[in-house]
């Protein structure tokens, strides 16, 4: 081979070899800090506190705990999901429950909108029953009319009734009840004019003071309550609820008319009966039954609301829950010989809502 033909193949090789090191040199470099990378599949951590795909569905952990196991009220429900961060997919979202008539289709009342703060309120109000009843009977009462109670409804229904028995229903005037005070007969008093005084009914002064007689004399100190006794009824909830002033007395279930037979709008009681007969306009005397007979609908008593409508027992406490009158509310026969020791004809409002 020639001089030049030596030098020829020494620079070829010497190309080759420069290439092959600038081409493993590309290979073998760490990648750039500012250079993107190619992103895997997104991981994501769902409202429940599991970490999964952002495809995946979360997964049902069931009804939260209570207040009473120590978990925050209303911890791990709602409809919440967390803001994407960069180079993450959007978190699954936990759908709330399918609801029907107020229920999940598990069975679970949802709970309502109410917020934590108002959920607080409501247990430090039963935290104070026995302490501070007043306070805990407006805060309850509060909760109950602002719809704010939720899961919490069946020991407010018994806080406000155990309430009302200590400070209104009972012989004793509680220090700071604005509701009760005495009252000292007077000459020509008896117990219907006291009770017209008062707005309530004279039965009511009755069982205030323990009397077993309408017997009463000048100078005798009785306690009394400013009424007149409201009623709201809630046909949604299958609910009444007795009202003096800004304070719930009772919460009683009750039955509505089926069909949606049960008006809803403001009316005054009418007339009050113990052991009314039944009469249905549109049935045949054979239908009609005879006061304190054993098979009569009305049960024991009858508070009138006009235009055959009317609040009364029932002979059925089965039906209590359902919509099954022909428009009357219907409670059990205890609740309502108590309803009717409450509420004045002429002045107590019963107030019927959807």
Same mark, same amino acid.
């Given at each position: 081979?020639?001089?030049? #033909?030596?030098?020829?193949? !020494?620079?070829?090789?010497?190309?080759?070899?420069?290439?092959?090191?600038?081409?493993? =040199?590309?290979?073998? $470099?760490?990648?750039?800090?500012?250079? &993107?990378?190619?992103?895997?599949?997104?991981?994501?951590?769902?409202?429940?506190?599991?970490?999964?795909?952002?495809?995946?569905?979360?997964?049902?952990?069931?009804?939260?705990?209570?207040?009473? !196991?120590?978990?925050?009220?209303?911890?791990?429900?709602?409809?919440?999901?967390?803001?994407?961060?960069?180079?993450?997919?959007?978190?699954?979202?936990?759908?709330?429950?399918?609801?029907? #008539?107020?229920?999940? /289709?598990?069975? =679970?009342?949802?709970?309502? @909108?109410?917020? =934590? =703060?108002?959920?607080?309120?409501?247990?430090?109000?039963?935290?104070?029953?026995?302490? $501070?009843?007043?306070? /805990?009977?407006?805060?309850?009462?509060?909760?109950?009319?602002?719809?704010?109670?939720?899961?919490?409804?069946?020991?407010?229904?018994? /806080?406000?009734?155990?309430?009302?028995?200590? *400070?209104?229903?009972?012989?004793?005037?509680?220090? #700071?009840? @604005?509701?009760?005070?005495?009252?000292?007969?007077?000459?020509?008093?008896?117990?219907?004019?006291?009770?017209?005084?008062?707005?309530?009914?004279?039965?009511?002064?009755?069982? *205030?003071?323990?009397?077993?007689?309408?017997?009463?004399?000048?100078?005798?100190?009785?306690?009394?309550?400013?009424?007149?006794?409201?009623?709201?009824?809630?046909?949604?909830?299958?609910?009444?609820?007795?009202?003096?002033?800004?304070?719930?007395? $009772?919460?009683?279930?009750?039955?509505?008319?089926?069909?949606?037979?049960?008006? /809803?709008?403001?009316?005054?009681?009418?007339?009050?009966?113990?052991?009314?007969?039944?009469? &249905?306009?549109?049935? !045949?005397?054979?239908?009609?039954?005879?006061?304190?007979?054993?098979?009569?609908?009305?049960?024991?008593?009858?508070?009138?609301? #006009?235009?055959?409508?009317?609040?009364?027992?029932?002979?059925? &406490?089965?039906?209590?829950?359902?919509?099954?009158?022909?428009?009357?509310?219907?409670?059990?026969?205890?609740?309502?010989?108590?309803?009717?020791?409450?509420?004045?004809?002429?002045?107590?409002?019963?107030?019927? $809502?959807?």
């Amino acid at each position: 081979m020639t001089r030049l #033909g030596r030098v020829a193949v !020494t620079l070829g090789v010497a190309v080759v070899l420069i290439g092959l090191t600038a081409l493993a =040199a590309h290979f073998l $470099r760490p990648p750039d800090p500012g250079e &993107p990378e190619t992103p895997g599949p997104a991981v994501v951590e769902t409202p429940m506190g599991q970490v999964g795909g952002g495809d995946e569905p979360a997964e049902d952990e069931g009804e939260p705990a209570s207040p009473a !196991t120590g978990s925050a009220p209303g911890a791990g429900t709602g409809d919440r999901t967390q803001r994407p961060g960069p180079g993450t997919s959007p978190p699954t979202k936990v759908p709330s429950p399918p609801t029907t #008539g107020g229920q999940s /289709a598990t069975g =679970a009342v949802p709970p309502p @909108a109410e917020t =934590a =703060a108002a959920t607080d309120e409501v247990l430090q109000a039963l935290g104070m029953v026995e302490d $501070r009843p007043v306070v /805990a009977q407006k805060t309850l009462s509060r909760a109950l009319k602002a719809g704010t109670v939720g899961r919490l409804s069946g020991q407010v229904r018994q /806080a406000v009734r155990q309430l009302a028995d200590r *400070l209104q229903l009972s012989r004793t005037v509680q220090p #700071g009840d @604005a509701y009760a005070k005495r009252y000292m007969v007077q000459s020509g008093d008896n117990l219907t004019s006291i009770g017209q005084r008062h707005l309530i009914p004279y039965e009511l002064v009755m069982g *205030l003071n323990g009397l077993t007689s309408t017997a009463i004399t000048a100078g005798q100190t009785l306690k009394v309550i400013q009424g007149p006794v409201h009623l709201e009824i809630i046909k949604s909830r299958y609910e009444l609820r007795a009202w003096l002033g800004e304070v719930c007395l $009772r919460v009683y279930p009750v039955a509505i008319g089926a069909n949606n037979s049960t008006p /809803a709008g403001t009316f005054v009681v009418q007339n009050k009966l113990t052991n009314p007969p039944y009469q &249905p306009q549109h049935k !045949t005397l054979a239908d009609h039954r005879a006061a304190g007979a054993p098979d009569n609908p009305l049960g024991s008593r009858w508070i009138d609301l #006009g235009d055959h409508y009317g609040i009364h027992g029932t002979i059925e &406490p089965e039906s209590i829950g359902h919509d099954v009158s022909e428009g009357c509310i219907r409670l059990h026969n205890k609740d309502v010989e108590e309803l009717y020791d409450l509420v004045v004809v002429g002045a107590s409002k019963v107030v019927i $809502r959807p």
